[in-house]
């Protein structure tokens, strides 16, 4: 392979390097097969510059390869995620609504007055929607159960806090 | 899976690909460009993949431990990745052999009887 010049060893590796995300080992490999094939075609007599473009063409869209990379790496991550069962989820969303519960708990013990308590009202609330997009993404499917754990929320925010006495 | 630019339709090349692929494998620990190579002589130069989109067709079959990949060197000295067939691979390439023996079987069949 050392019949290739530099340019033409450039290009290929910056066609390489863009049909592998920039993942160094994909590179190297798909870069080992195009200088496979354009050593062999200079030896048999072709410009570097027109092999380099006949090869390229015919291994395909370097945009293409790249995006087929990027979805078996999806693929791959999926498969390694092991689904949570029944007693986990419920567990998991059990301890997150005891959590919020005693936090809210506490602050209502804490402050006492009322314009104080909305604004405490509206970070806390803020920050249970917040904590609940991870939790939904971790075990799948609970939009039913966000709801279910929304309205036991907003029952004894309204119970407890200063702000919901006044209403 | 390589779309084809070859005599055979995209989906008789996406279907066939991976039993050809560990049936190359099979015979010899072997890397993508000679793997491409090979089928292009096995089927007479009628099955030509878009070559570039082999390798994450082989990323997948190693993802599924069909196959597993190791570095070695070319002759010229540079890092080359070569693949070897599993026997995860070996399982399921005998698996779809008989699929496609049976499917071979089944047009026959369906052609004598018409």
Redesign the interface.
């Given at each position: 392979m050392s019949n290739i010049p530099p340019d033409t060893l450039e290009l290929i590796e910056r066609y390489a390097r863009i049909a592998s995300n920039s993942d160094t080992e994909i590179a190297d490999e798909l870069a080992d097969h195009l200088l496979c094939e354009i050593s062999s075609a200079i030896s048999a007599g072709e410009d570097p510059t027109d092999a380099f473009l006949r090869v390229s063409t015919h291994f395909g869209h370097p945009a293409e390869i790249a995006e087929a990379f990027a979805e078996q790496q999806r693929d791959k991550q999926s498969s390694r995620i092991k689904p949570m069962t029944l007693n986990q989820r419920s567990a998991l969303l059990i301890s997150h609504s005891l959590v919020w519960a005693a936090v809210i708990l506490a602050t209502s013990a804490i402050v006492a007055d009322t314009s104080t308590g909305s604004s405490v009202m509206f970070i806390l609330l803020a920050g249970w929607f917040a904590t609940f997009f991870p939790l939904q993404a971790m075990i799948g499917g609970g939009r039913a159960a966000a709801c279910a754990e929304w309205a036991w929320m907003k029952r004894t925010a309204q119970r407890v806090l200063p702000v919901s006495k006044d209403k | 899976m390589p779309p084809a630019?070859s005599d055979y339709s995209k989906d008789l090349v996406a279907a066939s690909a991976t039993p050809l692929i560990l049936s190359v494998l099979r015979n010899a620990d072997s890397?993508?460009?000679d793997i491409i190579a090979r089928v292009a002589l096995l089927s007479g130069g009628k099955l030509q993949w878009?070559?570039?989109?082999l390798?994450?067709l082989l990323?997948?079959l190693e993802?599924r431990e069909l196959i597993k990949s190791y570095w070695g060197k070319?002759d010229?000295g540079?890092?080359?990745?070569y693949y070897q067939i599993t026997p995860a691979g070996e399982q399921t390439l005998q698996s779809q052999r008989n699929q496609w023996r049976e499917i071979s079987d089944f047009l026959s069949r369906a052609g004598q009887a018409s």
């Open positions: - | 630019k890397y993508g460009y878009a070559e570039g989109m390798y994450p990323h997948r993802g070319s010229t540079r890092r080359r990745k």
